[in-house]
């Protein structure tokens, strides 16, 4: 099962591995804080530094064209939304395809255990699923893991008498 969470949420047994999406570290957790603080409960206590995807977060052109594509579709939120998320969601998927390293190794745990994924903690961001990249990334990897547990072995022609 593949999970997201913000950097405040409670931590739980069934999250298995956590990984950070986004871009820059959060300001907010410095390693000091992580190891003096008493709500060692929440996920952002849970996270290191190798546990960090920074790739697989949205491209920065990509959140430059969010701000500025944002306030065109948004300016009508009831017929533009679907159109932007369709947008944002097709560019960000072309970008994750682009590149499978960024994200091979998140595949490779959420086939083996549940992961995770985490984002940082902004109102907007958590309450708009149209700009939730963690969201986006998890459907993204879901959506992988459909097409490799339907993949078929190759056709066998053993049965077939050879050619001569």
């Excluded at 969010?66 to 998927?93: M, N, V, W």
């Excluded at 097409?147 to 056709?155: F, G, K």
Aim: proline share 5%; charged share 25%; net charge negative.
């Amino acid at each position: 099962m593949i999970y997201c969470k913000t950097l405040n949420d409670p931590a739980s047994g069934q999250d298995g591995y956590y990984a950070l999406i986004e871009r820059q570290w959060p300001a907010n957790l410095n390693e000091n804080m992580l190891q003096n603080s008493f709500q060692k409960d929440q996920v952002k206590h849970k996270l290191k530094r190798d546990n960090w995807y920074p790739d697989a977060a949205p491209s920065t052109a990509l959140c430059q064209w969010i701000e500025h594509a944002q306030t065109d579709f948004l300016s009508d939120p009831q017929h533009q939304e679907k159109e932007f998320r369709q947008r944002y969601g097709q560019r960000y998927r072309q970008e994750l395809t682009a590149h499978p390293e960024y994200w091979m190794a998140l595949l490779d745990q959420a086939r083996h255990a549940n992961l995770t994924l985490v984002y940082a903690c902004e109102a907007d961001i958590a309450s708009n699923p149209l700009l939730n990249h963690a969201k986006m990334l998890a459907e993204f990897l879901d959506d992988e893991l459909d097409r490799l547990n339907d993949a078929s072995s190759p056709v066998c022609y053993a049965h077939l008498s050879t050619l001569d």
